[in-house]
């Protein structure tokens, strides 16, 4: 099946430091998107990107949809405690299937 | 505004026992899913509602898995037997349509086989 690449698969960065996550994969999405799930909830959806090259931003957080539709990257700048959390990204494909990476864990220390 | 309501939060069950997990989506919602989230990845999806339709089970083992949305509303899963693998988040999500990617999750129903 599709799988989506996500690295790295885990940080631990200082309160304040800006933060760089990815998804790659060798197929062709027509949407990515990044959720956030917190220990013991769902994930919860925090920016969606539906057209290539497009560049989202959401607050502290900033994504982008990579031109060859096969990739996606999520920023974070200024980080805080509260951004602790597991990062997914996802994709969707022409079949309406949405995939999901394995996980970015972030940890921030203060 | 509600979201999607899950139940139960937490089921220990022995091995080879049934259970039965259920979901109310968000209410105008006509998709909604179920996702299998083993621990330290990401969801992996079971089966895609389309009102009361299944309109993909594909990764749903069929063996001892069922799913049904009678009326098109809320949605139960079950597992019949259970085995210890089956052990995870079982997470139920929603969404206008199909085709945006934009889900609301639920916070899930964890799953352990002892």
């Known amino acids: 099946g599709q799988q989506l690449n996500q690295s790295p698969q885990s940080m631990f960065i200082q309160e304040g430091e800006d933060v760089s996550m990815n998804c790659t994969s060798s197929s062709i999405f027509n949407t990515w998107l990044w959720y956030k799930q917190d220990p013991g909830e769902g994930p919860v959806l925090l920016i969606a990107?539906?057209?290539?090259?497009e560049l989202t931003s959401n607050g502290r957080l900033t994504a982008q949809f990579g031109i060859t539709r096969k990739d996606s990257f999520l920023n974070i700048s200024a980080s805080i405690p509260s951004d602790v959390g597991i990062y997914f990204c996802?994709?969707?494909?022409?079949?309406?299937?949405?995939?999901f990476g394995g996980g970015t864990r972030l940890m921030v220390k203060p | 505004e509600a979201g999607v309501v899950q139940s139960p939060r937490y089921k220990i069950i022995e091995k080879k026992q049934p259970v039965a997990f259920w979901c109310n989506p968000i209410s105008g919602h006509n998709t909604l899913y179920w996702y299998l989230q083993n621990l330290g990845q990401g969801p992996e999806l079971l089966i895609r509602?389309?009102?009361?339709?299944?309109?993909?089970d594909s990764q749903l083992p069929k063996d001892r898995f069922s799913a049904e949305r009678l009326k098109g509303v809320d949605s139960t899963l079950k597992i019949q037997p259970a085995e210890l693998g089956d052990s995870a988040v079982y997470l139920c999500?929603?969404?206008?349509?199909?085709?945006?990617?934009?889900?609301?999750f639920g916070e899930g129903s964890r799953l352990t086989v002892l």
């Open positions: 999500a929603s969404s206008l349509g199909q085709g945006s990617g934009e889900l609301f």
């Open positions: 996802a994709a969707n494909n022409a079949g309406n299937m949405l995939t």
């Open positions: 990107l539906y057209k290539a090259g």
């Open positions: 509602y389309e009102n009361e339709e299944a309109v993909d």
